[in-house]
């Protein structure tokens, strides 16, 4: 029954998208490719289809020339043959080059058929396969990424405006955090935990050194006020928290993070000695499919990617589309004002409220409405550098916590100057302030502790990201391993 109504949902949804039942299909970004005679079919596990529909879909062109089908787009020139399992390739630049393909082309009924994977890849496309509608999804990246970034230019020039240098330029910044937490008591008085971080980081390109001078001896208070310590561990604690140090190496390409943690024999009951480091395999940045992504467009495109390849790939570019659709509505161009010299983003309680009796009327708004305060403004300038402000407090409804955020602050390449105050009704004030400051530097980071030092792998004979039977011995599916 299940397996009834999801084919009846397949067959809709690729009728309404241009696809033809029991015909294998070709999507190029969002639409199907129509093929009025010769069609595309699976031999030996491949795609193959006729080229001509595939390239006209590109824009480009196909003609024969000496028994060959030469396709010509964007000053890419292909050769294929029949029976021949390598394409001969011309670039824009004129570079000749010859490309092995891993089944050869074919011709039938009077059509060239050759691998689609091969001929999309090759041209700098995302190819994904779609199994409940039997459809080869091509996806041409610049060309997505450059049309929904074409709707967040201001935020854009932001993101860019945060990038620092080349792969091979080394920075470093230096940073402080401070924190003031006022517990309030009207009967024995207001109790105020100070605590603060100097914090130094270094970077170049996937390789990041971090360390944390930590000043936290009043943490150790607070949990014991709250009951948590006793007198000998308050002791013990905050003689540990008092002048602590924090210390990260994070080597993106090797995929390995190693970590010395303050009070680490406390927090491991003493399994590990103060003053180890914890080795730690973590997904390499060469492995993610994000890495490199500095703008609105490459992100939507890369999250939407990811989720197709285990959902359901011919909504994909649909998908996209929406998600960029609803996102310009709170953070793209139209959205912006211009004001001396900045471009000026506001949304206050009024535009919460607007948007609420938009959907459902003024009463609804009036019984929806979440927010007793709501004031959110960004300023971004020409050069990049912004500002922000955020006040937010949600009403008194007699039921749940009251709180309070009230935050502002600069961000520039160079700079950031942040101070957010945290208030929860009748319970606490937490103020913070940040600083920090980035420049160039000719100091290189490390990629592992330094010889000499004691290093232990606590995931050591394991795979720490393999979880191969769920707990009533069942395999785990592969998307879950």
Same mark, same amino acid.
């Given at each position: 029954?299940?397996?009834?109504?999801?084919?009846?949902?397949?067959?809709?949804?690729?009728?309404?998208?241009?696809?033809?039942?029991?015909?294998?299909?070709?999507?190029?970004?969002?639409?199907?490719?129509?093929?009025?005679?010769?069609?595309?079919?699976?031999?030996?596990?491949?795609?193959?289809?006729?080229?001509?529909?595939?390239?006209?879909?590109?824009?480009?062109?196909?003609?024969?020339?000496?028994?060959?089908?030469?396709?010509?787009?964007?000053?890419?020139?292909?050769?294929?043959?029949?029976?021949?399992?390598?394409?001969?390739?011309?670039?824009?630049?004129?570079?000749?080059?010859?490309?092995?393909?891993?089944?050869?082309?074919?011709?039938?009924?009077?059509?060239?058929?050759?691998?689609?994977?091969?001929?999309?890849?090759?041209?700098?496309?995302?190819?994904?396969?779609?199994?409940?509608?039997?459809?080869?999804?091509?996806?041409?990246?610049?060309?997505?990424?450059?049309?929904?970034?074409?709707?967040?230019?201001?935020?854009?020039?932001?993101?860019?405006?945060?990038?620092?240098?080349?792969?091979?330029?080394?920075?470093?910044?230096?940073?402080?955090?401070?924190?003031?937490?006022?517990?309030?008591?009207?009967?024995?008085?207001?109790?105020?935990?100070?605590?603060?971080?100097?914090?130094?980081?270094?970077?170049?390109?996937?390789?990041?050194?971090?360390?944390?001078?930590?000043?936290?001896? #009043?943490? +150790?208070?607070?949990? &014991? !006020?709250?009951?948590?310590? $006793?007198? @000998?561990?308050? /002791? %013990?604690? =905050?003689?540990?928290?008092?002048?602590?140090?924090?210390?990260?190496?994070?080597?993106?390409?090797?995929?390995?993070?190693?970590?010395?943690?303050?009070?680490?024999?406390?927090?491991?009951?003493?399994?590990?000695?103060?003053?180890?480091?914890?080795?730690?395999?973590?997904?390499?940045?060469?492995?993610?499919?994000?890495?490199?992504?500095?703008?609105?467009?490459?992100?939507?495109?890369?999250?939407?990617?990811?989720?197709?390849?285990?959902?359901?790939?011919?909504?994909?570019?649909?998908?996209?589309?929406?998600?960029?659709?609803?996102?310009?509505?709170?953070?793209?161009?139209?959205?912006?004002?211009?004001?001396?010299?900045?471009?000026?983003?506001?949304? #206050?309680? +009024?535009?919460?409220? &607007? !948007?609420?009796?938009?959907? $459902?009327? @003024?009463?609804? /708004? %009036?019984? =929806?409405?979440?927010?007793?305060?709501?004031?959110?403004?960004?300023?971004?300038?020409?050069?990049?550098?912004?500002?922000?402000?955020?006040?937010?407090?949600?009403?008194?409804?007699?039921?749940?916590?009251?709180?309070?955020?009230?935050?502002?602050?600069?961000?520039?390449?160079?700079?950031?100057?942040?101070?957010?105050?945290?208030?929860?009704?009748?319970?606490?004030?937490?103020?913070?302030?940040?600083?920090?400051?980035?420049?160039?530097?000719?100091?290189?980071?490390?990629?592992?502790?330094?010889?000499?030092?004691?290093?232990?792998?606590?995931?050591?004979?394991?795979?720490?990201?393999?979880?191969?039977?769920?707990?009533?011995?069942?395999?785990?599916?592969?998307?879950?391993?």
């Amino acid at each position: 029954w299940w397996d009834y109504w999801d084919g009846q949902r397949v067959e809709r949804t690729r009728a309404q998208l241009g696809g033809v039942a029991g015909q294998v299909g070709v999507m190029v970004d969002g639409t199907y490719v129509q093929f009025p005679d010769a069609v595309p079919e699976v031999v030996n596990g491949r795609t193959m289809v006729p080229c001509r529909q595939v390239l006209e879909a590109f824009g480009g062109t196909v003609t024969h020339e000496n028994g060959e089908a030469v396709c010509r787009l964007e000053g890419v020139t292909m050769r294929f043959k029949d029976g021949r399992d390598t394409a001969a390739m011309t670039l824009a630049d004129g570079t000749e080059t010859i490309v092995q393909m891993d089944v050869p082309c074919y011709y039938k009924n009077g059509r060239t058929y050759i691998p689609v994977r091969f001929f999309a890849e090759a041209l700098g496309c995302d190819v994904l396969w779609d199994g409940a509608y039997d459809t080869a999804v091509i996806l041409r990246r610049d060309k997505i990424t450059a049309e929904l970034d074409s709707r967040f230019t201001v935020l854009n020039r932001f993101l860019k405006a945060m990038q620092s240098g080349g792969p091979g330029d080394h920075y470093k910044t230096t940073a402080k955090l401070e924190g003031d937490l006022t517990m309030l008591d009207s009967i024995n008085g207001n109790q105020t935990y100070r605590f603060s971080a100097d914090m130094e980081l270094l970077a170049s390109g996937t390789t990041v050194n971090f360390t944390a001078k930590l000043k936290l001896g #009043d943490l +150790a208070k607070l949990m &014991a !006020a709250a009951g948590m310590l $006793g007198d @000998e561990d308050l /002791a %013990q604690l =905050a003689a540990s928290l008092k002048d602590a140090r924090l210390e990260v190496i994070y080597d993106g390409e090797g995929g390995m993070m190693y970590m010395k943690v303050p009070g680490l024999s406390q927090l491991t009951y003493g399994t590990y000695a103060d003053g180890c480091w914890l080795a730690m395999p973590v997904t390499s940045l060469t492995e993610l499919e994000s890495a490199g992504v500095t703008a609105v467009g490459g992100a939507l495109y890369e999250n939407e990617l990811a989720y197709a390849k285990y959902g359901t790939p011919v909504l994909v570019y649909r998908d996209m589309m929406e998600t960029a659709g609803e996102l310009a509505a709170y953070v793209g161009d139209e959205c912006f004002q211009s004001n001396g010299g900045y471009s000026v983003l506001r949304y #206050d309680k +009024a535009d919460y409220e &607007a !948007a609420l009796a938009a959907e $459902g009327g @003024e009463e609804y /708004a %009036q019984w =929806a409405s979440e927010f007793e305060k709501l004031d959110l403004e960004l300023k971004i300038a020409q050069s990049g550098d912004a500002t922000f402000r955020v006040l937010v407090q949600n009403k008194d409804s007699g039921y749940g916590d009251v709180v309070l955020v009230d935050a502002s602050g600069s961000v520039s390449a160079a700079k950031v100057n942040m101070q957010m105050l945290l208030r929860l009704k009748n319970q606490f004030d937490l103020s913070l302030r940040y600083t920090a400051s980035t420049s160039a530097t000719t100091a290189q980071p490390v990629t592992a502790p330094p010889a000499g030092e004691t290093v232990i792998d606590p995931y050591e004979g394991e795979d720490p990201f393999e979880y191969p039977y769920e707990e009533n011995g069942s395999p785990v599916p592969e998307l879950f391993a």
